[in-house]
T-cell receptor, first 115, second 111 residues
């Protein structure tokens, strides 16, 4: 089973709202990732969580805040977003913790629209 | 600077018309080359991992190969359901889990 689940599937929020995206995997994978994907572009890495350590793409603004309650769950907290943050947000996991050179398995994504 | 380039950007095929997609890479210390398929509005679906030059992987109508400079995804006798964007990505010695994605090839297969 190589399933990564994400909720919600769609989210519309205003610039003053606070919301969270959720990601879950039950494959015992040791690393989890958040990606942002704009239309017609490849996914862009935002965060990596592995072995209880968080790595951040330094270009990601602080209005995005990841949280890992346990090894199977990864949340992305959103606050004071801008319209340009509208995108498909993807969660992924890989069997081995980073550094890793094995494949990542992606969830179905959350389509986020910021008004 | 590490770079992954895919060509062509778009490919239109007749059903049954075989073709190849190219993924060329200039990276320091390739540790893995991955192929994904992505349907509109959905997450990428993992297809293949290639680790060393000369390696080949096959699944149904798809076959991936790897050389020291590029990878090919061959689509044999495609069907309309093979229509998707195909992404390749590289993991390198210094990438620490970050995949370097190409821009993708959008494939449309018409009946």
């Amino acid at each position: 089973d190589t399933e990564v689940t994400q909720t919600p599937k769609h989210l519309v929020m205003g610039m003053t709202n606070k919301k969270s995206l959720k990601c879950e995997q039950h494959m015992g994978h040791r690393a989890m990732y958040w990606y942002k994907q704009k239309a017609k572009k490849p996914p862009e890495l935002m965060f990596v969580y592995s072995y209880e350590k968080l790595s951040i793409n330094e270009s990601v603004p602080s209005r995005f805040s990841p949280e890992c309650p346990n090894s199977s769950l990864l949340n992305l907290h959103l606050h004071a977003l801008q319209p340009e943050d509208s995108a498909l947000y993807l969660c992924a996991s890989s069997h081995l913790g980073v550094p890793t050179y094995n494949e990542q398995f992606f969830g179905p994504g959350t389509r986020l629209t910021v008004l | 600077e590490d770079q992954v380039t895919q060509s062509p950007e778009a490919l239109r095929l007749q059903e049954g018309e075989s073709s190849s997609l190219n993924c060329s890479y200039t990276v320091s210390g390739l540790r893995g080359l991955f192929w994904y398929r992505q349907d509109p509005g959905k997450g990428p679906e993992f297809l293949f991992t290639l680790y060393s030059a000369g390696e080949e992987k096959e699944k149904e109508r798809l076959k991936a190969t790897l050389t020291k400079k590029e990878s090919f995804l061959h689509i044999t006798a495609p069907k309309p359901e093979d229509s998707a964007t195909y992404l390749c990505a590289a993991a390198t010695t210094d990438s620490w889990g970050k995949l370097q994605f190409g821009a993708g090839t959008q494939v449309v297969v018409t009946p």
